[in-house]
């Protein structure tokens, strides 16, 4: 079976995964993925490119784990991402950086999550997580 069949099955648990975060949150592709079991964060990726309606859908509201803006936004690239996810109260520090420390929507309502791969803040000097731990 073609992999884009297989995770056509997880297109509709991501969608509505997606309504349900509020407004001034954002989301990583891995907390999509995790929370819709969905096997791997890039697939999150060709899942949002299915998208069809960005107002009933937002998948604007995805981002990398490092805070950035992906290059491959459907509905007219960063710009537009950055323009819609501005008018809902996100603040970049950098042209596709948001801004440190803004919290995550998890999805898991027993806890907050925030910028950064295992992390408990988000900061420039900390993108990824340190070797050895």
């Given amino acids: ?3 884009h069949v297989k995770l056509a099955t997880f297109i509709d648990r991501v969608f509505e995964f997606l309504k349900t975060i509020p407004k001034g949150r954002v989301v990583t592709y891995g907390i999509v993925a995790r929370h819709c079991h969905v096997p791997s964060a890039r697939n999150v990726g ?3 490119k299915q998208n069809t309606d960005p ?3 937002p998948c604007y509201k995805v ?4 805070g950035r803006l992906a290059k491959g ?3 007219g690239g ?3 991402q950055k323009k819609r996810l501005i ?4 603040k970049f520090d950098s042209l596709y950086d948001i801004i440190a420390g803004h919290p995550f929507y998890s999805g ?5 999550a925030n910028f950064g791969r295992g992390c408990k803040t988000y900061s420039k000097d900390n993108r990824r997580r340190p070797k050895g731990r």
Wanted: proline share 7%; hydrophobic share 35%.
């Fill in 78 to 80: 960063p710009e537009e």
């Fill in 46 to 48: 060709w899942i949002l």
């Fill in 73 to 75: 936004y459907k509905f």
């Fill in 1 to 3: 079976m073609p992999r």
């Fill in 87 to 90: 008018a809902e109260g996100i």
């Fill in 108 to 112: 898991f309502h027993r806890r907050q």
């Fill in 55 to 57: 107002d009933k859908i």
């Fill in 63 to 66: 981002v990398r784990s490092d």
